[in-house]
């Protein structure tokens, strides 16, 4: 069964004076630099385990980023990753607060690999430091966090700073002709959107005295308020495609869902059958399921207009299919590893030369609240709104006692 974890490949196959000269040149000089190739950002990587070791790998190999410093919870992963990134063992910091010294150890930007219940704290404080930031998705588990990241995107554009949250689905070339397609109305206006999340499921071992056995091996997937629901972590990758060629975030949800895997310890909901409702008229029907059950994995978006339909894939063939503007469209290949070399290469260009746009923030909050929105209401069932959902601005908390400060 695949899954968007690499480790687990083996097992189931499967983020007054100065003239303008003067202030132009360096911004130049690093673009050339980046150019060349020997532009080296300082960077430091906070989360080393399965993703952050492995796209931290990747981040070594484009060679236009350095190591300076690493951090994980646990002081073993962290050496482990020190020692796989050439990081001398004086910069490898454990324990909550250990990404507090590596934004004071000197690095340009950070690489955030944690839980999601920790974004929002993470990349606020490397803002606030005057880093640029690369980040995992969900961007948080709560209305709370996913606003703080909002505020933190903003921030980092006003300070010059660049904000990046990586997804790979927007990256394929034939995901993104799809797309343009449907936005230019190959199939009609647009009138319903079915998203499909099916994946293996994770790990739910049983608790122990505190969460600290939670926080390795994708285990904190199963706890709502550590990684936002499995409709967060998984199929948060359709809902972003959903919200991309729909072009805004929906104003309403209901729907069902439920825990079925055998001996559940976490809370998080492993069935959901959603509908969400758009200002436009668009209907959202999105199915999720994350059960090891020998299901065919899938992350996929099918958008169906009145002339014709499209689907676009993390797996398989992205196309048109009827209509003037037809797409036979192409193999969506290694996107996992394709995609974040994509996006890895682009943080380096933007930050060389000096493009803080940050467009990504904006639908990396809407996509994290949208799934928010979903398990809520599917939760409660009722219609919850998107407006209700934001008042409410109900917090997450994790109970972090015992753990190693």
Same mark, same amino acid.
């Given at each position: 069964?695949?899954?968007?974890?690499?480790?687990?490949?083996?097992?189931?196959?499967?983020?007054?004076?100065?003239?303008?000269?003067?202030?132009?040149?360096?911004?130049?000089?690093?673009?050339?630099?980046?150019?060349?190739?020997?532009?080296? *950002?300082?960077?430091?990587?906070?989360?080393?385990?399965?993703?952050?070791?492995? *796209?931290?790998?990747?981040?070594?190999?484009?060679?236009?980023?350095?190591?300076?410093?690493?951090?994980?919870?646990?002081?073993?992963?962290?050496?482990?990753?020190?020692?796989?990134?050439?990081?001398?063992?004086?910069?490898?910091?454990?324990?909550?607060?250990?990404?507090?010294?590596?934004?004071?150890?000197?690095?340009?930007?950070?690489?955030?690999?944690?839980?999601?219940?920790?974004?929002?704290?993470?990349?606020?404080?490397?803002?606030?430091?005057?880093?640029?930031?690369?980040?995992?998705?969900?961007?948080?588990?709560?209305?709370?966090?996913?606003?703080?990241?909002?505020?933190?995107?903003?921030?980092?554009?006003?300070?010059?700073?660049v904000f990046m949250v990586?997804?790979?689905?927007?990256?394929?070339?034939?995901?993104?002709?799809?797309?343009?397609?449907?936005?230019?109305?190959?199939?009609?206006?647009?009138?319903?959107?079915?998203?499909?999340?099916?994946?293996?499921?994770?790990?739910?071992?049983?608790?122990?005295?505190?969460?600290?056995?939670?926080?390795?091996?994708?285990?904190?997937?199963?706890?709502?308020?550590?990684?936002?629901?499995?409709?967060?972590?998984?199929? *948060?990758?359709?809902?972003?495609?959903?919200?991309?060629?729909?072009?805004?975030?929906?104003?309403?949800?209901?729907?069902?869902?439920?825990?079925?895997?055998?001996?559940?310890?976490?809370?998080?909901?492993?069935?959901?059958?959603?509908?969400?409702?758009?200002?436009?008229?668009?209907?959202?029907?999105?199915?999720?399921?994350?059960?090891?059950?020998?299901?065919?994995?899938?992350?996929?978006?099918?958008?169906?207009?009145?002339?014709?339909?499209?689907?676009?894939?993390?797996?398989?063939?992205?196309?048109?299919?009827?209509?003037?503007?037809?797409?036979?469209?192409?193999?969506?290949?290694?996107?996992y590893e394709a995609g974040?070399?994509?996006? *890895?290469?682009?943080?380096?260009?933007?930050?060389?030369?000096?493009?803080?746009?940050?467009?990504?923030?904006?639908?990396?909050?809407?996509?994290?609240?949208?799934?928010?929105?979903?398990?809520?209401?599917?939760?409660?069932?009722?219609?919850?709104?998107?407006?209700?959902?934001?008042?409410?601005?109900?917090?997450?908390?994790?109970?972090?006692?015992?753990?190693?400060?």
């Amino acid at each position: 069964m695949p899954t968007l974890n690499p480790s687990s490949y083996s097992r189931r196959q499967f983020l007054g004076g100065v003239t303008a000269a003067s202030l132009l040149g360096p911004l130049a000089a690093r673009a050339q630099d980046a150019a060349a190739g020997t532009r080296k *950002i300082k960077i430091g990587l906070v989360g080393g385990g399965g993703r952050g070791s492995w *796209i931290a790998g990747l981040f070594k190999k484009h060679g236009g980023y350095q190591f300076h410093a690493v951090a994980d919870y646990f002081q073993a992963v962290a050496d482990r990753a020190g020692d796989a990134l050439g990081v001398d063992k004086t910069r490898r910091f454990s324990g909550l607060s250990g990404y507090r010294k590596l934004i004071e150890s000197g690095v340009e930007a950070v690489l955030l690999e944690v839980p999601p219940y920790f974004f929002a704290e993470h990349a606020t404080a490397a803002v606030a430091a005057g880093l640029h930031v690369y980040m995992a998705k969900p961007v948080a588990a709560d209305v709370p966090g996913c606003l703080a990241i909002e505020a933190a995107g903003k921030q980092a554009t006003a300070k010059q700073r660049v904000f990046m949250v990586d997804y790979q689905m927007p990256t394929d070339p034939a995901n993104i002709e799809v797309a343009r397609r449907i936005q230019t109305g190959a199939i009609g206006k647009l009138a319903q959107v079915q998203t499909l999340g099916v994946c293996g499921g994770f790990s739910d071992p049983p608790k122990t005295a505190n969460i600290e056995s939670r926080l390795q091996g994708l285990v904190w997937v199963n706890d709502i308020a550590l990684g936002c629901d499995l409709i967060g972590n998984f199929d *948060i990758h359709a809902i972003d495609v959903a919200l991309w060629v729909i072009g805004e975030r929906p104003v309403s949800a209901c729907g069902s869902s439920r825990t079925a895997r055998p001996n559940p310890h976490g809370d998080s909901r492993d069935v959901c059958s959603l509908v969400y409702q758009y200002a436009n008229g668009v209907v959202h029907n999105h199915f999720g399921q994350a059960l090891n059950n020998a299901a065919e994995g899938a992350l996929s978006a099918v958008c169906h207009g009145p002339v014709a339909h499209a689907q676009i894939n993390y797996w398989g063939k992205s196309f048109v299919r009827g209509g003037p503007q037809q797409y036979n469209g192409g193999a969506v290949e290694n996107l996992y590893e394709a995609g974040a070399v994509r996006n *890895i290469a682009s943080f380096h260009q933007q930050i060389s030369g000096g493009d803080f746009a940050n467009a990504t923030v904006r639908r990396s909050v809407d996509g994290c609240l949208t799934c928010i929105l979903g398990r809520e209401a599917a939760a409660r069932g009722t219609v919850l709104t998107m407006e209700d959902l934001l008042k409410e601005n109900r917090k997450l908390e994790v109970n972090l006692e015992g753990l190693k400060a």
